[in-house]
């Protein structure tokens, strides 16, 4: 045993490890830490992953920094700000949907009728697919949530469970409509991942 101190904690010495790695791809030390300590939340399996596999290293640290750049970009961001500028053009059901996406992409939609409007069209396809709709419209959270998470299974495997977690916050109606809309579901995955990277 040491003497003089106590034994560092498995994460502490994962997280020096890792540091050290991030640090290396040309980071700057602030960035390397905030990108060590999203890694970090990982766990401890999937932070040794990391640490033993160098593309896997590159593809979570550049999922962290855009992560930490759309965090920034959204500081500047008031949700309700956007819901009232959204309010007057959008139905509340489409409004919902797009407010689900990141700060940047609303930003872009307020800026253009066109693109605004392509995007209204699209969450409209989405809750207007009756057919796909109807076939899980009476189901409950438990159903709808083993579904989700073989859906999530596809894109997050490791993270899948937590993931699946998060989204099963949302009401039933919502989770239909996530089950019949791939790309909207994608989106939601995605924004769940991110922000489990930021926990």
């Keep these: 045993m040491q003497k003089g101190g106590a034994i560092p904690e498995r994460k502490d010495v994962l997280g020096d490890h890792l540091y050290s790695l991030v640090v290396s791809l040309n980071i700057t030390a602030d960035e390397a830490a905030?990108?060590?300590?999203?890694?970090?939340?990982?766990?401890?399996?999937?932070?040794?992953?990391?640490?033993?596999?160098?593309?896997?290293?590159?593809?979570?640290?550049?999922a962290a920094q855009g992560a930490l750049k759309r965090r920034s970009d959204c500081k500047s961001f008031d949700n309700e700000e956007l819901a009232e500028k959204l309010y007057q053009r959008v139905e509340d059901q489409e409004q919902g949907m797009l407010l689900e996406l990141d700060c940047d992409v609303i930003e872009k939609?307020?800026?253009?009728?066109?693109?605004?409007?392509?995007?209204?069209?699209?969450?409209?396809?989405?809750?207007?697919n009756d057919e796909n709709r109807s076939q899980v419209t009476d189901r409950?959270?438990?159903?709808?949530?083993?579904?989700?998470?073989?859906?999530?299974?596809?894109?997050?495997?490791?993270?899948?469970?937590?993931?699946?977690?998060?989204?099963l916050e949302m009401n039933v109606e919502s989770l239909n409509v996530l089950l019949t809309c791939p790309k909207l579901l994608?989106?939601?995955v995605d924004m769940a991942y991110k922000a489990l990277l930021l926990s």
């Design 34 to 62: 905030q990108v060590t300590g999203m890694l970090l939340e990982m766990g401890n399996n999937e932070v040794l992953r990391i640490l033993q596999d160098k593309k896997l290293l590159q593809v979570q640290v550049k």
């Design 109 to 128: 939609l307020l800026l253009s009728n066109k693109d605004l409007d392509v995007a209204i069209s699209k969450a409209k396809a989405c809750l207007d």
């Design 140 to 167: 409950g959270k438990d159903e709808i949530g083993e579904e989700l998470f073989d859906k999530v299974t596809e894109i997050y495997p490791d993270l899948a469970a937590r993931i699946t977690g998060m989204l």
């Design 186 to 188: 994608k989106e939601k």
